[in-house]
């Protein structure tokens, strides 16, 4: 199984940037995908997840209404539209996958996620 995030790097506040996550692997249709982030000195967080249709998705509060997440399962890819970023945003971001019954919703606990990415660093400048 690979998990491969991409999309990141340096934007001005106010900016937008769109984050990718290309699994590899497994079958995609069977997982529901959660975006999290980690702040340097801070724990992972969550951030924003979606369901194996794409149809439910959830989103943390500082997130709401600046971030989009969604996928394409015809190719085995979930992103992250971020706009109006804020300096505060600043962090490495990670994909995870959680295997997933139906068209139930992983919650935000990042300790029941089967797989992870290997992160993507976000740089949000004032």
């Known amino acids: 199984v690979q998990l491969q995030a991409s999309g990141g790097g340096m934007v001005q506040a106010g900016g937008s940037l769109r984050l990718s996550c290309a699994a590899s692997?497994?079958?995609?249709?069977?997982?529901?995908v959660g975006w999290f982030r980690q702040a340097p000195g801070k724990e992972r967080e969550f951030v924003a997840v979606?369901?194996?249709?794409?149809?439910?998705?959830i989103y943390a509060d500082p997130v709401k209404g600046r971030f989009t997440i969604s996928r394409d399962n015809d190719k085995n890819t979930v992103y992250l539209q971020m706009d109006s970023l804020e300096p505060e945003d600043t962090a490495v971001y990670y994909c995870?996958?959680?295997?997933?019954?139906?068209?139930?919703?992983?919650?935000?606990?990042?300790?029941?996620?089967?797989?992870w990415g290997q992160g993507t660093l976000v740089t949000v400048s004032s």
């Open positions: 979606i369901n194996r249709s794409g149809g439910s998705t």
């Open positions: 995870g996958l959680k295997r997933v019954i139906s068209s139930v919703i992983p919650g935000p606990e990042r300790s029941i996620y089967d797989y």
């Open positions: 692997g497994l079958t995609f249709t069977f997982y529901g």
